[in-house]
């Protein structure tokens, strides 16, 4: 149980020391992942008018069509990251701030991450 605690800790630690770091960009908008055994999902975040503007997940119907039952997870985080990057030119956002959410920057999130950059996103 004191593994547990400890883990949990250091996630917090991580992710208000990266959300500080996401205050001091000021007017750029946020593009937050959130990663469940199953799913990865994605929004990008205005946080001066406290707004998702779009977001993406695996369960979305345009991601669900294109995912077999042999796909991979980082191969679903690929699919998800282009779809977040289409959505977000196609309502004029071209660069966000990537807010990993505590999560260390290794395999599904950063898959999700090269899907948006293959995309078109800047961050």
């Known amino acids: 149980m004191k593994v547990q605690i400890l883990k949990a800790k250091r996630k ?3 992710k208000s020391r990266i959300k500080n770091s996401m205050t001091l960009t000021g007017s750029r ?3 937050t992942v959130f990663r469940s055994l199953n799913h990865i999902y994605a929004q990008i975040i ?4 406290q707004k998702t503007l ?3 997940s695996t369960i979305d119907k345009e991601i669900k069509s294109k995912i077999t039952s042999d796909m991979k ?6 699919l998800v990251g282009k779809l977040i990057a289409k959505r977000a030119l196609e309502s004029n956002i071209t660069s966000v ?3 990993r959410n505590g999560y260390i920057y290794h395999g599904r999130i950063k898959a999700l991450a090269d899907g ?3 995309g078109g996103l800047q961050f």
């Open 97 to 99: 701030a990537f807010d």
């Open 116 to 118: 948006a950059r293959e």
């Open 73 to 78: 997870k980082i191969d679903e985080s690929i």
């Open 29 to 31: 908008l946020r593009l």
């Open 54 to 56: 779009v977001s993406a």
């Open 12 to 14: 917090l630690r991580r």
């Open 46 to 49: 205005d946080d001066n008018e």
